[in-house]
Structure formats: C-alpha cells, structure tokens
C-alpha cells in the first residue's frame, strides 16, 4: 500500500495530506497512530527515534500521537465527560462524575474547543462531536494531531469553526496533520501540503510556493489523479414536464428533527434537483419514503404522473429508480457475485432473468457482464463476489443497475460518498447524462459543492421541511439556511 | 482404551451393523441438518429443530393412532409424512410470525417452543395419543401401513433424506426464492432496498425449516420406533445445528455431515455398550467439532472481516 513515503511535519504546523481514495492517506496515517506495523522504514517523533518493533496505539498515545477518526470512535451512550476520562490510564480506579465534568469543562475552556461536557454524546451534533474527539486526544497529551477527512460531516459554518480550532492549536505549538480530499479546505488551513498518489509522494508543496506557483484547484487535482480532470460540462436545462411529484409527504422520523412534515416538491424531465442539508435532518426519511421502505403517514408520490403505491417494487415497476453511496441502501449484497446483484431488483418480475421459477444464470452473466463494460467496472468477471470490489466499481455496478431501463426519474442519495475523484467524477457524468436523455433526477447529497455543480435547482432541507434557496446564493448564505438562521 | 476404539470403529463404520446404525442415525440428522442450513442462509436463527421435530412426530402419530389408522397403506403413509411436516411447519411459522410481527428474536421463541412441544408430546401420551392399555406412557403402536418401508434396519426415510438435500440445494442456489432468501441471510437491509421484504421471507423460510424438522419427525416415530414416547429425540435438533455449521450451510455438504455426526453417534452407542465409556465421552468429541464447525464457517461466512484486514484494506 505505501511505497517508501517520507513525511515530515514540524511544531506549529499545519500539513495537509492530499489524496484519492486508496491512495495511502489513511493508511500512512494508521502507521502513525499505531495501528498498522510498516515493513521497513523509521519514525522520529520530537527529535527522538522510535523504536518501531513493539509499536502500537498505545505507544503512539504515549509519544503524543492523536488522532481523529473519520467515525466517532466515541461511546455514543456515555457523556462528553465520561468519554474524557474513559481509557485514561491516569485517571485512578474510582469514577467521580462531578471531577470528570469540570475537568472536561475546565478542558473545553483551555482549547477554546466549545462542547456540552454533560450532555451524552448520542445527543450531539456532527461539529460538537468531533471537538469532544479532538478534546480527547489533546487531553491525552497529543501534540500531533491527525485528523482524518474531518469536514466530512460538517457544515460550511461548522467547516469555518474547525479551521480556526485548527489554526490556534497550532499557533498553540502543535502539530496537526490535516486529511483531506477536498481543494478548496486545504487552501483555507494548511501551510503546506503532501500529495499522495498510489502509496508514493507525489508532490511536496509549501503554502507560500502554492500561492507563488499559482497552483490552482486544478493543479492540485492533477497531481492527485495523475491526468487532467477536465471541467464538469452541464449545458442549459430543457426541463420538460414533472416526473416526480411529492405532495404534502409526512414521514415518521428516527427523531423529531428528522420527521418530514409535509413536503411538496416537483422535479421535471431535463432537470437535476438537489436537496441539501445537514444529516439528521430528514434525508434519510425521505430517501426511504421514496425507496419504498419507511412509509408515510400522509401525502402521495407521483411518478410519471401516476400516483404510485409507495413500496419498493411498485415504485420501481413505475419507473423510479434509486441510487445511494451506501451500499445496503443502494441494495448491493456482499456474498453475492455481480450477476447476482445486477439482476437484485428484478428478483419478483424481471422476465429476462426470472422464468417458470428459475434464474437464467447465463442471461445473467451476460447482462452483468455487458453493464460491466460500458461502465468500466475492473474487474469485469460477473462470477465475482462484489465485497471484493473497490467502492468505486461497487458503485458503477449500482450505477449500471439503476439506469437499466432509462427509468424516467432517479433518485440519487449522496451518490458519491467514500469515492476517490475519478470515480466520483464518473456517477457525476451519469446523472448529467441521466438528465440530458431527459430524466428527472432528485438530488440528495450532504455535500453542498456536488449540489451546486450538479443541480439546476436547489432547495434545503431543514428540520424535516424544504425551505427555498435563492438562486446564485454563495455557500456561507446556503450554510446559514441549513443551520435554520436563514429566512424560510 | 484400544478397546473402547474398537467398539467405536465397528459400532459405526467398520462393520455391516455398525453401517445400518450410522445410517440410521444419520436419516434424522441429515433431514433436521437440511432444515437448520435452509434457516440459516435465509438469516434466520432457527434454534427449534428439536421442537419442530417433536410436533411432527407428535401430529403424524395422532393421523396414524387416532385420525386414520384404517386407512389404505398408499394414503396413510403419506398422509403421516404431510401431518409432520404440517406440525413442525406450523411451529416454525408461529415463531417467524412473532418476529414479523413483533420483532421477537426467533433464537428466543424457537428455543421456548422446544419446551412447549416437548410438554404437548408428554401431554398427549399421558392423554389422547395414550396407548388403549393404558399401562405406559406412549402412544399405541403404529398400523403396518403407517410404518415407512425398511431395508434391514435403514428406513427409506433416508432416501427422502438424500432427494431432499438435492432438492434443497436446486431451491437455494438456482430459484427466484432462493436467491431472495440467500439475500436476505447476506444482507436482510440491502434485500430490503432491493424490494424484498425480508419479514416475508423469514416466515417462509421457518416454515419450511420446521417442516423438514417435523418431517424427520414422522420418520422417526413412522420408521424407527413405531410408536411416540417421552424422549424420542436425545437433542437431534441440537445436533443438526452442528451438522449444518459443518456443512458450512451447504445442502448438499450436509450429507456427508450427517453422515459423520451419525457415525459418530451410532459409534458411540456401541462404545457405551461394549467397552463401557461414558457417553459423556462422544459428547465431549462433538462439542469439539462443532466449536472447529463454527470457527471455521465465521472465518469463512462473507462480509464478516478481521479487523486488521480490513484496516489494511481501507486504504
């Protein structure tokens, strides 16, 4: 996986580590942490060479290694304070819930890292949570701090807030390593930047020499790919007549803030609506109303201008197909080879695959091995069990399936959530063809940039209700709409 | 010690006798085996084989003692057969029904209505099933026409076994249903956006397991002992669990499976009655097997990782 990296990062810096999926970043970064042995190659921490034999998470807390994981790796139903003190080797044998309170208080204050000390973590939201982790690590002594794709979750406002925590810890004297994918963050925090590419290091840039080369985003992208990522092309929208028609859906929700109340929403033939939001606020809900999972406790969906019985295979027969960056959602099997998956959703009435109470195993083959070709899915063995497969082929396998047929309306959930920038770039293409054959696709994304560049329109969704975002509005306007500051 | 071996080889595998009593044990386990790897694939945790073959025997007693003993040998026998199956199918549904409907654990309801099937057998021997004499506590012997066909002391019983598990194996690994059910036991929530509804499934597929549990059952009491008495099956239903697993949930490995757990029992029936070890011992012996059964199907069972491999695969 890694090819000889060198890294190097100073006190009171700032490095971004830039990479695609797969390119070595989390795994570089495991090293550091502990939690994967390199082969061969030595680690120097504060001007002291670390024995690597017996290296372990336990020995990079020790040495002041922290990091921030792109999953909470806190207990969700413990409180911020508890999660504090829990695993601290210091703390004695006894727990003292007042003491442990006002010393995570008396922390949050130190680092100028607001959080709710009390309140269980389960309760918290995505920013919060991660200043209780990053807390964490800083009240283990960490003086490098590794944070892995931490915008991930966050907000354009959150984003902001994080940079600053970011830019005083440093000022502070620490250290932090900043993971990322994403350009435009690395440009706002870092002072200078290691790209990798396929386990080797590509590039080594400082800040200054960024600004001075003038190395733009795509640049930056370049060097990551390794080709040129031409610009997305999206010619004018020819919106056709409505295809997918909400009204006044009421979804339960998995809580209050995420229960849909009532929403009306037309997206027309020709057209890209997004839907944008912060999650928790209703996307799940509405991503398996429309999936034919949850159901509703009032309201209808048209499709294709018929009102359609909101259960999987009725919304699929009506030509409604769904496409989800996770793979149970977007109803992949592991265990079950591309074929098998490929034909997944036509298992009750699909004729070229289902006959006389038997599977045409070689139609099969033949379909999944063609839809791997045309969408470049390596490998193209339909034998293959698709656990195997990358993220990546995995998802152009669920691409392929879905647009099987030209169902006249797409349902896209974050379609291109955990892809590297090629094969993200890829779904991107799809949809945009999707819409220029004249599909109605629905947008659902938590990545504000994918809603701007892909959508024609886009409306936010907030507390389980669709609020209107002005046309041209810039991200810092849209972020406050998704927080509920903005008007309805 | 060399002793006691002996006793185990010819009491199983090595000699004529020792042949027809593996197989003998070997029709229950194979048949009960099938039906725990059918729950099993479909994601479904059905711990009741034993129940579900206590209400087979039980309902294919009552149809051969009570409700039609008169009847024609061509009609009878299949209609013992079909009362098992409808009893352990019958079991299998209650507990997929709770679960459908009320999310109760099948590991939880199956294993309760093992108890409940095995207090309706004890109830209906000391009542109903009763034989007319009144003496004993068992059910009156079943009509030569209620008795499945033997071959010395095999029962045709394990022919159907063998049918079955190729039957089973066409059922999972090349129908619609099958494909829906190994789906569901994969990922039940990617079935589900897949527009499979796996509650669906779940009742289905422990109605059928109990079926085949209920059926070995009826080939019990039909082809082994003739008659339905308290302790009929010593945990067979318990021991399919291992079979399956062996298997590794395979129809089709679940003949040689069976085979293995019915030498293994057969041998050690011969062991405790030549040489005078302790069963206990051959229980000791299967308990191994079957934790090497289950560490070697986790290790193998599909979207289950290591954590360092898949840490070291998540780039």
Redesign the interface.
Known sequence: MLDGVSLEVAQGEVLALLGENGAGKSTLMNVLAGLVKPDAGGLELAGERVDLTGWGPRGARDHGVGMVHQRSALVPAFTVAENLCFGDTRAGPWFRPGAELRAAEAQSRRFELEVPAGRRVEELAPGQRQRAEILRALGRGARLLILDEPTAVLTPGEASALFAAVRRLRDAGRAVIFISHKLAEVEQVADRVTILRRGRVVANLSARALGARELGARELGRLMLGRDLPPLERPAARAGEARLVLRGLCVPGVTESSRLRGLDLEVRGGEIVGVVGIDGNGQRELEEALAGVRKPSAGSIEVAGRRVALRPRALRRAGLAHLSGDRERAGLVRGMSLAENFILKGSWDDRRFFRRGRIDRRAAARAAREAAERFGIVPPDPERDIASLSGGNAQKLAVARELDGDPPVLVAVNPTRGLDVGSARFVHEQLLARRAAGGAVLLISAELDEALALADRVIALVRGELRRVPPGADRAAIGAILLGEGAA | MSEALLAFLSGSLGSLAGWTATLRETAPLLITGLAVALAFRGGVWNIGAEGQLLAGALCATAVATRLWPGAPGIFLLPAVALAGAVGGAFFGALAGALRAARGVSEVISTILLNFVASSLVALAIHGPLQEASRAYPKSDPFPAAALLPSFGRVHAGLLVALLLAFLLHVLVS???FG??L??VG??P????????SPERIAVTTLALSGALAGLAGAFEVAGVTGQLYEGLSAGTGYTAIAVALLARLEPLWVIPSALFFGALEAGAAAMQREAGVPAVVTQVVQGVVILLAVGVSIRR???VRLPARA??E??
């Open positions: 090349r129908t619609p494909f829906r190994r789906a994969l990922a929530n990617a079935a589900r956006f897949a527009g499979i069972r599909p979207g840490r070291s998540a780039g």
